[in-house]
Each structure stands twice: as C-alpha cells, then as structure tokens.
C-alpha cells in the first residue's frame, strides 16, 4: 500500500507546501515548495524502480537530491547524487557519483540530459548533452547520448580489464542502435586471443545481453547494432593465452 501526503497553501495563491509519497515504511519521494521551485530528495530505491520500466535493472544504494521549476512547456532539474554505489553490470565498475541537469518538454515529447558527470570507482564519464524523443504513448523514437571517457577501469568476466580515455556516441532508433567512437586504451589486461572470432562473439554477445535485460520487447533493445570504435593503446597490452 502507497500513501500520498500533499500540503498546499491556498493563500494568496495555489503553492505547494510539502509533498510526501511512500509505501508506508520507506519514503520513495519528498518534495518541498521553494520561493521559486521546489526541491527534495529521491532514494536509490525509487530510481532503480524508474529504470527498470526502461529495461535496465542497476543493483544499489544512494540518495538524490533534486531542485527544479516549471517551465513553459514542462519542468526541468538539477540533481545530484553524492555517495552513490551502484554497480554497472558485466564492467566490475561502481558508479560514486551523479550530477547533472535534466529538462522534460511535454509538448515536444523531449527529454534533454546537459552536463552530467558520473564518478565510477576509478575516472569519469561526461555527458554535456544526450537527448530522447518520445512518441504519444511515451515509447522512445529516438536518442542520442555521446560520452567522453577519463581514464575508466572496465573489467568483462576474468577476460578483460583496461583503463580507458576517449569519445562515444550512440545513436538509437527504433530496430536500429549504433555505437561509434575512438578511444585510447591506457592499461589493460586480455586473458585469451582478442583477434579470435570466438572471443569476438563472446565478448559482443555478452554487452548486448545485458543492454537487453529486461527489455519489454521481444527483439530486445534494437534489431540490429552497429559497433565502429577505432582504439590506439599507449602501451603494449598483455595478453595471456594457452600459447602465450
């Protein structure tokens, strides 16, 4: 069972005052009234609720904190979520850190990401403008998000593990999802042969997997990706093979 507690002050006009939602035990919003906004808090568990109707479940804890005001057409946020630990599937990577801002244009059926920052365990990732674009019923016909990488630890199994620097962009239609890029691998580890078709496969199969967890659709995220990512290495990688 869910609550709801709304105060509102009536005088000298409609303002609202406190906004409470929960399911009893566990607030899973509050919102308060500013002289030119409003601003609250939202924990980890709510969030995690709100991504997985995307299809996307991220297992963990934190707390975040949002101020905002309506807009012509919608309402746009700042949010941030200092002492986050949320752990990224299949990349033995923990997110630390969020902030950025959000703007939602209802008539436009738009929603515009600007300046995000995310702190994994070890460097960062920077979105300075990622947009969606929605049809009527809310489903995503389209989506850009281009990253810039800083040093980012990324593991896959026992596999793989490098520290990574460079730009993507991906690009998202309906059947159809491209990544592109170049990136500069600064240290990394590869236990088995890189140019095998089998740990290709392997390797693509796993990311696409866990992109489509638990997607709504039959077809999963998209019908067909297109990967074209170019990468330059600082220094030798090792590599460990049966051979080697």
Known sequence: N??????CALQPALELTQLQYGDGQTA????????????????????????????????????????????????????DMPQANIRVPMTYSVIQKVSGQVAA????????LRDCVVDVYKGKLL???????????GTVTYAHVP???????????????????????????????KLEGACVIDQAYVRGNPLSAEFQRDFFE???????AGSSSQSGISDEVVCDVSYAT???????TPFL
Request: charged share 15%; with cysteine.
């Open 147 to 177: 990253l810039i990488m800083q040093k980012c630890f990324f593991g896959w199994r026992k596999d793989f593990f490098a520290q990574i620097s460079g730009g993507l962009m991906v690009t998202y239609s309906p059947h159809h999802m």
């Open 28 to 79: 899973l919003m509050t919102c308060a009234g500013t002289h030119d906004g409003f601003s609250g808090t939202i924990p980890y568990v709510t969030v995690r609720r709100l991504t997985q109707l995307a299809g996307i479940d991220l297992q963990g804890t934190g707390e975040c904190h949002y101020e905002g005001a309506l807009a012509p057409n919608g309402v746009q946020l700042k949010f």
């Open 234 to 240: 600082k220094t030798p990688i090792e590599i460990k």
């Open 127 to 137: 979105c300075s403008q990622a947009k969606a674009c929605f049809d009527e019923q």
């Open 206 to 212: 796993s990311a696409l997997s866990s992109l489509n």
């Open 2 to 7: 869910h609550r709801a507690e709304l105060v």
């Open 105 to 112: 244009d209802v008539s436009a059926h738009t929603l515009t």
